[in-house]
């Protein structure tokens, strides 16, 4: 088999496979400059009474977000995050995770049958409440048909974990009979960016072992009952999530439906129950709403951590993040953490490389034996593999040796490719100059737009040209036909990285130029 096919194609093979998400993907790299839908205010450090005598809304402010519940159902209708933010600008506000009106419904909703509806409303115990050893909790109680409601919420001042205890008690007469339900509601599309648009983003739940992800056309055209219990469900995108954690014994059945546009209502259903006159019966439920961070879901417990799946590439993918979050608690820089990733990588795989250099180097020296083996027998292609086969096996070389390194580079780059789109670590990440979101194309402003790419892709360039380089050393004794069409793969490759992330062409650059 002639090495320089061989190479041909794999290289080929990456294109295709490259070449299907890059054309979904579109050109433009550019995020959606969003507003929240609460605007975040200046606020001390505890929870505050309400902002106005009208709006009631009771605000928790905590190191890692803001928070707003309203006594209409009392349901959360804002969460912003404080260390993450919506847009990469100095002055974006935070990261806004509850992007609803309101016209549809908003998260932590309850209901009991038909005798607690998710407008109830519900007044607040106390004005204010301050952190004691970093926890707080305030109550808000309501009325039904016949009930009285008491919710209780609780939060931590170092956590997204929060956790809402509803106590039902029958205030009638009567035997009451109901099925508790906890409404949540969300958008999944929580930032439109590149990632966004080839990485799953929607309503998931995670059930015997396995985490299920359900796409919009699951319950396009009516509600979709999923049965049995779960470990958790979620509303989630590519970096942040809003989860319900579930006890045992706490969930029946999960229903989905579409709300219009792109949000979506999950309703965790709890068994039929039966309230005697007098009887109270309470309802236990957790919450993380926030990024998904490894460390942070496996604290949650509940088998959270689940959520983050790299596919075929997780073994790889789990093990190299943890690499880049090492190296960047040293050195502060996760460009600087993606290139020392690299230099290990490729140390590693050096013993390899070296062997299939050598046998490159082998068979260009036999490039002069094979030429005249292809005029000799020109009409006779069975005798001439024969014979080109024996001049391998004499001379002790194996064409495919020099295939291995990139065929052993191929799952390094998809797991860091992976990790760089789906990992929030990287995100708004940023590495020197004008590389300020490794998770994003780089693009150098020139002080006017170029088309179809806007600044100018020096990174991407310069990688090309590493592959070109790289192309010539190697190349040297090949057919002119061959050499040209080598030739072609840097200019093609180029044209796909343009809208990769920086931090995988860095990648790329960084393992051309070792």
């Known amino acids: 088999m002639d090495i320089y096919r061989t190479l041909l194609a794999i290289n080929f093979s990456i294109l295709i496979i490259f070449a299907c998400p890059y054309f979904a993907l579109g050109s433009d790299p550019t995020e959606l400059t969003t507003?929240?839908?609460i605007t975040t205010q200046s606020i001390p450090s505890t929870l505050i009474e309400y902002l106005t005598a009208d709006s009631h809304n009771l605000i928790v402010d905590t190191d890692f977000y803001?928070?707003?519940?309203?006594e209409e159902g009392g349901v959360l209708t804002s969460f912003?995050?404080?260390?993450?933010k919506e847009v990469n600008k100095a002055d974006s506000p935070g990261m806004q995770i509850v992007r609803l009106d309101g016209s549809q419904g908003y998260p932590m909703g309850f209901t009991w049958g038909s005798l607690v509806s998710e407008k109830t409303l519900y007044t607040f115990a106390s004005g204010s409440t301050e952190f004691q050893d970093n926890k707080a909790n305030f109550v808000m109680k309501g009325q039904g048909n016949g009930l009285k409601i008491k919710r209780t919420v609780s939060f931590s001042n170092d956590s997204y974990l929060l956790s809402l205890v509803v106590q039902v008690k029958n205030v009638s007469s009567s035997v009451l009979e109901g099925v508790a339900a906890l409404h949540q509601f969300g958008s999944p599309a929580i930032e439109d960016n590149l990632a966004k648009r080839f990485l799953f983003s929607g309503p998931a739940y995670y059930?015997?072992?396995?985490?299920v992800e359900i796409h919009g056309d699951e319950f396009a055209k009516g509600p979709l009952t999923i049965t049995g219990q779960a470990d958790w469900t979620a509303c989630e995108c590519n970096y942040?999530?809003?989860?319900?954690?579930?006890?045992?014994?706490?969930?029946?059945?999960?229903?989905?439906?579409?709300?219009?546009?792109?949000?979506?209502?999950?309703?965790?259903?709890?068994?039929?129950?039966?309230?005697?006159?007098?009887?109270?019966?309470?309802?236990s439920y957790k919450f993380f709403i926030g990024p998904k961070k490894l460390d942070l879901l496996k604290h949650a417990g509940f088998n959270l951590d689940k959520a983050i799946n790299y596919g075929w590439f997780?073994?790889?993918?789990?093990?190299?993040?943890?690499?880049?979050?090492?190296?960047?608690?040293?050195?502060?820089?996760?460009g600087i953490a993606i290139i020392l990733v690299t230099i290990i990588f490729k140390t590693l795989l050096w013993p390899i490389t070296r062997k299939g250099m050598q046998s490159m180097h082998n068979m260009q020296k036999l490039q002069p034996e094979m030429t005249k083996l292809k005029a000799k027998y020109k009409g006779e292609p069975a005798k001439r593999n024969q014979e080109v086969a024996k001049l391998y096996k004499i001379n002790k070389v194996n064409p495919l040796v020099g295939c291995v390194p990139l065929l052993l580079q191929i799952p390094v780059f998809f797991a860091l490719y992976k990790v760089l789109?789906?990992?929030?670590?990287?995100?708004?990440?940023?590495?020197?100059l004008w590389i300020n979101d490794l998770s994003a194309p780089d693009r150098l402003p020139i002080g006017v737009d170029i088309p179809y790419v806007g600044g100018l892709p020096v990174l991407?360039?310069?990688?090309?040209?590493?592959?070109?380089?790289?192309?010539?050393?190697?190349?040297?004794?090949?057919?002119?036909?061959?050499?040209?069409?080598?030739?072609?793969?840097p200019v093609t490759f180029t044209f796909l990285f343009i809208n990769f992330a920086s931090g995988l062409v860095l990648y790329w650059l960084v393992s051309n130029l070792l």
């Open 66 to 70: 803001t928070a707003s519940f309203s």
């Open 240 to 283: 942040f999530m809003n989860a319900v954690l579930l006890e045992p014994g706490s969930m029946e059945s999960l229903i989905v439906q579409s709300e219009g546009s792109d949000v979506v209502q999950m309703s965790i259903e709890a068994k039929s129950a039966t309230l005697q006159p007098g009887e109270t019966k309470t309802y």
């Open 460 to 489: 991407t360039l310069l990688m090309g040209g590493s592959m070109f380089l790289q192309q010539k050393m190697t190349t040297t004794t090949v057919s002119p036909i061959q050499a040209k069409v080598l030739m072609f793969i």
């Open 35 to 37: 507003t929240p839908a």
């Open 421 to 432: 789109f789906m990992s929030v670590e990287l995100r708004h990440a940023p590495f020197m």
């Open 80 to 84: 912003v995050l404080k260390k993450y």
């Open 314 to 334: 997780n073994s790889i993918a789990k093990p190299t993040l943890a690499l880049l979050n090492f190296f960047y608690g040293i050195f502060k820089n996760y």
């Open 207 to 211: 059930a015997a072992e396995s985490k």
